[in-house]
């Protein structure tokens, strides 16, 4: 990802000097910048960037171009991965109300808004709407992406977070066991998303009193 950094800082500056720093392909490579940062931990200069570039679209492209609304939701993230949820959650929602009203209820932006918004429900305490939110947005998905796609095994794996720190250990467990055994098919077993849900699975038993079984789906390399 360094390397991914070093290359959109070369092309940003070459963007900006021959097309100019409102060209919509210049604006799109600093917001891949942004995504950039934010991944490798660089949170701090992302959220500079990612308020740059939202500005930038807003004064270019207008409020309610898909390109703005991408700036709205990346800083949304970027917010929440801060510990800012409060923020993450006031973008997340009024971008969800542009995007339902822009690209409809169904688009995948759309839902991958509704997805980041229940995660900072969940972050900020609030786990009953995000158990809610979560079921709502699993149930278009499904719909709309199918069974394994892993936007999909996204949601199921947050529903089941949710359940779990609602204490409904149960409901968690049999979740985790589902999209545990469709990561490891879909993904493969070292796939960093299926170790997250076996390590979460792995917590969910020890919640459960079940420490036998945590340790023998440790030790299993991710086979149910």
């Known amino acids: 990802m360094d390397d991914a950094i070093v290359l959109y800082e070369q092309v940003l500056t070459d963007y900006v000097r021959v097309l100019g720093a409102d060209h919509p392909d210049t604006l799109t490579t600093r917001h891949g910048l942004a995504n950039a940062y934010r991944e490798t931990g660089r949170t701090g200069e992302a959220i500079a960037l990612f308020e740059q570039v939202l500005a ?29 949820v409060r923020d993450a959650i006031g973008v997340f929602e009024q971008v969800i109300a542009d995007h339902m009203r822009v690209l409809g209820p169904d688009h995948p ?15 900020a305490g609030r786990v009953g709407d995000a158990m809610a939110l979560f079921e709502q947005v699993l149930a278009d998905r499904l719909r709309v992406l199918g069974t394994d796609h892993p936007y999909t095994l996204n949601t199921r794996h947050g529903l089941a977070v949710a359940y779990r720190e609602a204490g409904r250990v149960d409901d968690a467990i049999n979740l985790f066991e589902l999209v545990l055994t469709d990561r490891v098919r879909v993904l493969g077993t070292e796939h960093p998303d299926t170790l997250t849900t076996r390590l979460n699975l792995a917590k969910a038993y020890r919640m459960a009193r079940r420490a036998e079984d945590a340790v023998r789906l440790l030790a299993s390399g991710g086979h149910t």
């Open 56 to 84: 930038d679209r807003l004064r270019v492209l207008g409020a309610h171009h898909p390109d703005t609304l991408n700036s709205r939701h990346g800083l949304a993230i970027a917010y929440r991965e801060t510990g800012r």
């Open 109 to 123: 932006d759309t839902l991958s808004s509704r997805h980041g918004l229940a995660v900072a429900y969940r972050e």
